[in-house]
């Protein structure tokens, strides 16, 4: 079973906020204080495969941190940032969206406004930041599931040519 994951940090690398998206269970999400290793990996053992875009090199080495543990030693890793390298496909997360007509409610933010979204909720009590930062990381990681979808396609036609 796959679970695909993205985090989001603070200013120092702190996770403030991690999306998975288990098939058979839904999506579920944690911010601040909900962010415990206990949370994460109660999530994360559900699954034996872990889908992100740049997780490798990101996503992966912060959790490894956070919950104490490696990650690579528990669960096989798809980083779709090297599954569109292999396949010599260009552009950031957002780009490929854009390109493959992946929709996107959040438009405009990336990884510093993520991070200033999270200190004005934290800062200013913004409620407004923290439901834009949510929903930003929610569609980081749902939109993986349609971006898997279509480098595996991709893949099927090279290998068929």
């Known amino acids: ?17 991690i999306g998975m998206f288990l098939p058979s269970t839904g999506f579920v999400q944690f911010y601040g204080s909900e962010v415990t290793p206990k949370s994460v990996l109660d999530v994360l053992m559900k699954a034996e495969t872990i889908v992100t875009f740049n997780g490798d ?21 798809i980083d779709l940032h090297k599954v569109k390298k292999s396949l010599g496909i ?7 969206e854009r390109m493959y007509g992946i929709p996107r409610k959040t438009e405009g933010i990336d990884g510093y406004k993520a991070i200033m979204l999270w200190e004005r909720y934290l ?8 439901r834009l930062l949510l929903e930003y990381n929610k569609e980081d990681v749902l939109n993986l599931v349609s971006l898997e979808r279509i480098f595996l396609d991709q893949m099927e036609v090279a290998v068929n040519e």
């Open 90 to 96: 260009k552009g950031g997360l957002k780009e490929l």
């Open 1 to 17: 079973m796959k679970v695909y994951l993205d985090i989001e940090s603070d200013r120092v690398g702190n996770v403030c906020v």
């Open 123 to 130: 800062k200013k009590g913004r409620l407004d930041a923290l």
């Open 57 to 77: 090199n990101f996503d992966l080495p912060a959790l490894n941190k956070f919950c104490a543990v490696d990650i690579g030693l528990t669960h096989r890793s």
